[in-house]
C-alpha cells in the first residue's frame, strides 16, 4: 500500500482506532497475579474477536498451564513470504495505585498521550498489527501472508509460549518475525532495536539467628542478616560500578571501537535524561557513557529488599531474615544460566559464616542481537524512513524480551523490533502512557513494512 492510502484510512478511523484499544486497556489482564486470571482469559478472547474482524481467515486460543496464546492467520497466496507478528496482552501489576494520576485501567487521553497501564507496553503496540492487517485486508493491499501469535506471559517470562512455540514449529513456518514492544529514541529520532539484554533473576534469602531478637539486648553480640545483606550487596560492584562476581564479565562481547563511536552518533540529551529522572548525575561503568551502561555492557540492580520491621512507628528487633530480589542483564555472549550459577557461587562465597544464604533463581532470559544487513531490517528501514521522513537509527536497547532469542534458536527465524514506544513512557511505573502520535504512526509504518519486506524477499 502506498502512504496517502494508509494516512486516509487512519485518518477516517482513528477515533474508533482509540475507542478499540481503550475497550483492551480497561481489561485489567495483569499476569502476575493469579487474582487477574480470568481478566487475562477475557482479553484473550478480545483479542482473539478483533483479529477475526480485522480480516482473519482463523484465529484461536490455544489454552496453556498458564494463561492462553492467540494464534490467527491470513493466507492470501503461499508462494508469498509470510509475517509473523508477536506481540503480549499481558501487563505489570498497576502497584503502586495509589501514585497513579487517574485509575490504571480506565484510560483517559492527556496532552495527546493515553494512560493506562499497558498503553505502551504493549497492548498499545500489539493492537497497532491488528489495525495495520485491517488497514491492509480493507484495501485489499495486504501484500503477503500473515500469522499472529500474541501472548499472555511476556511480563513472567513466557514460559509457556516457549513449549508451544517447540511444538508448533510446521505452523509457526514464516520468513521473519515482526514485533512491536521496544522504543523509538524520539519522534523525530526514529531508531531499529537491534540489540536486547538478556537476564538474570534471583532472589536471596539471608538467615541469622533463629528467630527475631530484642535489637538491644542481642544487638552488639549477633551477626544482623539485614545488615549482612546490605554489606553483600554493596560488594557485588566496586569504587568503578564493575560488577565484582567472578568470571561475570569471561563471556561479554567487546564492542569495537569503531562500532562504539558510530552507537555514539545516537543523540543523547544527559542534561534532559537527568532531569526527567531528577537525579543530579548519571552513574556508569568507568569508561562507559550512561547509554553504554544500558546497553552494550552488563549491569546488577537490586529489584527490591526487605526484612525486619517495616510498619509504624519504630519496634526495637533485630531480624531473623533479609531478602533480596536482584536483577542482572545481561550482554552477548553471556549466558543466563552460566550467571546465575557464577552469582550463586560468589554469594555464598562471601557470606561471613555468621549467616546462612538461600538463592532461588526466577525466570531468565538470553541477550540478543540483529543484523542490519538482511530483508527484514532493510524493510523495516526503509518503513520508517518513508513514515517519520528521516533515516532510522539502529540502536541497542537495555530491556529484554527473552522469547526472542528461542525464536531464532527454535524457529530459524529473525525479529524486527519495529517498537514506538518512549523510553519515558513510564512502562511498569505508575502513570505508563503511549503518545497517540506514536500509536498512529505505528499504524501507518507497519503497513509500510509488509510493503517493503514483499519486495525485498
Ligand atoms: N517490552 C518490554 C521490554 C522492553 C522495554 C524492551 C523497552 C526494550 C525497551 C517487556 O515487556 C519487558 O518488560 N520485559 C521484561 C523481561 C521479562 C522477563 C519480565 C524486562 O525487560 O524487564
Ligand atoms: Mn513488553
Ligand atoms: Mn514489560
Given amino acids: 500500500m502506498n502512504r496517502p492510502e494508509i ?25 502476575a497475579d493469579p487474582a487477574f486470571k480470568d481478566d487475562v482469559q477475557r482479553c484473550a478472547l478480545v483479542v482473539k474477536e478483533s483479529l477475526l474482524k480485522a480480516g482473519a481467515d482463523m484465529a484461536e486460543i490455544h489454552q ?48 495527546g498521550k493515553i494512560y493506562a497501564r499497558g498503553a505502551c507496553d504493549d497492548k498499545g503496540q500489539m493492537y497497532m498489527h491488528v489495525k495495520a492487517f ?35 514449529k510446521e505452523k509457526l513456518k514464516a520468513d521473519v518475525i515482526l514485533v512491536s514492544d521496544t522504543s523509538i529514541i524520539a519522534n523525530d529520532v526514529p531508531s531499529i532495536t537491534v540489540g536486547l539484554r538478556g537476564l538474570s533473576y534471583v532472589e536471596v534469602e539471608v538467615t541469622g539467628p ?43 562481547e567487546e564492542v569495537s571501537a569503531e562500532d562504539r563511536a558510530e552507537m555514539a552518533k545516537a543523540p543523547f540529551d544527559i542534561e534532559a535524561y537527568r532531569k526527567g529522572l531528577g537525579v543530579a548525575s548519571t552513574r556508569s561503568e568507568s ?33 531473623s531474615k533479609a531478602y533480596a530480589k536482584i536483577s542482572m542483564r545481561l550482554v552477548p555472549y553471556q549466558d543466563p544460566n552460566d550467571i546465575t550459577r557464577k552469582f550463586e557461587s560468589h554469594f555464598k562465597k562471601i557470606a561471613p559464616p555468621s549467616v546462612k544464604i538461600k538463592v532461588t533463581p526466577h525466570h531468565g532470559g538470553e541477550p540478543i542481537v540483529i543484523p542490519t544487513n538482511f530483508p527484514g531490517y532493510v524493510a ?29 534458536k527454535e524457529l530459524g527465524l529473525k525479529s524486527i523490533l519495529l517498537g514506538f514506544g518512549l523510553n519515558s513512557d513510564d512502562i511498569h511505573s505508575p502513570n505508563e502512557h503511549y503518545g497517540i502520535f506514536n500509536y498512529l504512526k505505528g499504524i501507518e509504518t507497519i503497513p509500510l513494512f509488509y510493503k517493503h519486506f514483499t519486495a525485498e524477499s
Fill in 7 to 31: 494516512l486516509s484510512y487512519i485518518d477516517a478511523n482513528k477515533d474508533r482506532f482509540l475507542e478499540e484499544l481503550f475497550e483492551l486497556l480497561r481489561i485489567p489482564s495483569v499476569s
Fill in 64 to 111: 496453556t498451564a498458564g494463561h492462553p496464546i492467540v494464534y490467527a492467520e491470513r493466507t492470501i497466496d503461499p508462494s508469498k513470504p509470510t509475517v509473523l507478528v508477536y506481540g503480549h496482552y499481558d501487563v505489570q501489576p498497576a502497584d503502586p495505585v495509589d501514585l497513579w494520576d487517574s485509575p490504571p485501567f480506565e484510560p483517559v487521553v492527556k496532552d
Fill in 134 to 168: 485491517e488497514i491492509m485486508e480493507r484495501s485489499g493491499g495486504l501484500p503477503c501472508n500473515v500469522k499472529f501469535m500474541i501472548e499472555g506471559e511476556e511480563e513472567v517470562g513466557s514460559s509457556n509460549l516457549a513449549i508451544w512455540v517447540k511444538e508448533n
Fill in 210 to 252: 533463629n528467630k527475631d531478637l530484642h535489637s538491644g539486648v542481642y544487638g552488639g553480640g549477633v551477626a544482623n542478616p539485614v545488615n549482612v545483606l546490605c554489606e553483600m550487596i554493596a560488594s557485588l560492584q566496586d569504587e568503578n560500578h564493575h560488577i565484582t562476581i567472578e568470571g561475570f564479565y569471561d563471556d561479554v
Fill in 287 to 319: 569508561g562507559y557513557s550512561p547509554s553504554e551502561g544500558t546497553s552494550i555492557r552488563p549491569s546488577l540492580d537490586v529489584n527490591g529488599i526487605w526484612g525486619g520491621y517495616i510498619g509504624q512507628g519504630a519496634k526495637t528487633v533485630l531480624p
Fill in 380 to 408: 523495516a528501514s526503509k518503513a520508517m524512513e518513508e513514515s517519520f521522513g528521516t533515516r532510522p537509527i539502529p540502536e541497542r536497547s537495555g530491556g529484554s524480551i527473552p522469547i526472542i532469542a528461542l525464536f531464532e
